[in-house]
């Protein structure tokens, strides 16, 4: 079974620890792919953070993604129209507009923690359904529930669950991320599917959500850059002479 | 002390062992790591659910040179104890990170 962990943030986004330690964890865990997510700044940043995947990939033999995350509707608008130039778009959650609007969106991968920093779960049985019919995977973020404590993770936990029965009712996808910002932070894929389980998943689709669903996400958006693709729905199969 | 019966197969509950690794900044030892594993289950689960856990982190299978250590619990909290292990981020002031090695019903099959 392949493993992903599709959210981690380095010292380049915010966090502490360099590509090179992030990706030889994630090795070390057995992960078969991560995504590494930045802010998006310009061209110049972009074609730097490519180079210095592509080196990475060579060095320490792991498939690494580059990811962008949109943290409002702006940033979201202006990296759906970029959306072929990189491996995957993230988009923030925990505003409702932002959650609503990244589930509408075919160009979103991954709506981030939609419950983060809320009393509720920011998602309700419309935007769960978007989600569903775009493709859109709704994430489980460890870090969420690590960085708070007592009552306030309760919450989160309560609001997390609260998605699962929502994605599981309208067939969304689910997706557990560690959402990490330093090396430290990667967990064992075996012990983030666990977390799935205690949300209300059952076992198998745990696991899935850090295999087979990021796969899938992968796969996706492999096609999405190849040649022949054009629109989401829209490739071309064949040239008739 | 007079210990009772041993219970008959089918009455006895059923184990597992977790067989994992330390990844930590400096060597961690056996107590350290017993410690901050039940407190942590205490502070998530409460009193009550580690109970139905059935939980021991087993002495004399820990290596301090490999640092790789077993967990027994019960076949039913496999789950809970994974996802525990999620929430220990330092044992003293060492960040560490649990990388799970194996799951077996017995010790023998951990290899």
């Known amino acids: 079974m392949k493993f992903f962990d599709l959210h ?14 992030i990706a030889k964890t994630a090795k070390l865990l057995g992960y078969h792919g991560i995504c590494l997510v930045f802010y998006y700044q310009d061209e110049k940043q972009k074609e730097i953070l490519e180079a210095e995947i592509e080196k990475l990939k060579k060095e320490v033999g792991i498939e690494i993604y580059l990811g962008f995350e949109a943290r409002n ?28 609007k990244a589930c509408e969106t075919k160009e979103v991968d991954i709506l981030t923690h939609p419950e983060y920093q809320r009393n509720d779960s920011g998602l309700d049985h419309v935007s769960v359904r978007f989600a569903a019919e775009n493709d859109v995977a709704i994430e489980l973020n460890l870090r969420e529930i690590l960085i708070s404590s007592k009552a306030s993770r309760a919450k989160v936990l309560a609001n997390m669950a609260r998605n699962v029965k929502l994605a599981k009712k309208y067939g969304a996808k689910i997706i557990v991320c560690s959402g990490a910002v330093s090396h430290w932070e990667l967990r064992d894929p075996l012990c983030l599917a666990s977390l799935a389980t205690q949300l209300g998943l059952e076992l198998k689709e745990a696991k899935e959500a850090v295999s087979k669903i990021p796969e899938k996400i992968v796969e996706k958006m492999k096609e999405r850059r190849s040649e022949n693709w054009i629109r989401p ?9 | ?28 030892s056996y107590v350290d790591l017993e410690s901050a594993i039940w407190n942590l289950f205490l502070d998530f689960y409460g009193e009550l659910g580690v109970s139905e856990i059935s939980l021991w982190v087993i002495k004399n299978l820990w290596d301090e040179k490999e640092q790789v250590g077993v967990i027994k619990c019960n076949n039913k909290s496999v789950q809970k104890v994974l996802t525990g292990l999620n929430f220990i981020q330092r044992l003293g002031d ?18």
């Open chain 1, 233 to 241: 729905g829209v490739k071309i199969v064949g040239w008739e002479k």
């Open chain 2, 94 to 111: 060492s960040r560490v990170i649990f990388k799970i090695l194996k799951i077996s019903g017995t010790i023998k099959g951990l290899g």
């Open chain 2, 1 to 28: 002390m007079k210990k009772p019966k041993t219970l008959i197969p089918t009455l006895r509950e059923k184990e597992r062992y977790v067989k994992f690794k330390v990844i930590s900044e400096q060597p961690i």
């Open chain 1, 73 to 100: 509707l702006k940033e979201l608008k202006e990296l759906s129209r970029k959306r072929r130039s990189f491996d995957l778009l993230l988009a923030r959650g925990g505003e409702v507009e932002m959650n609503r």
């Open chain 1, 8 to 21: 981690v943030h380095s010292a380049f986004s915010g966090g502490e620890s360099s590509l090179e330690e």
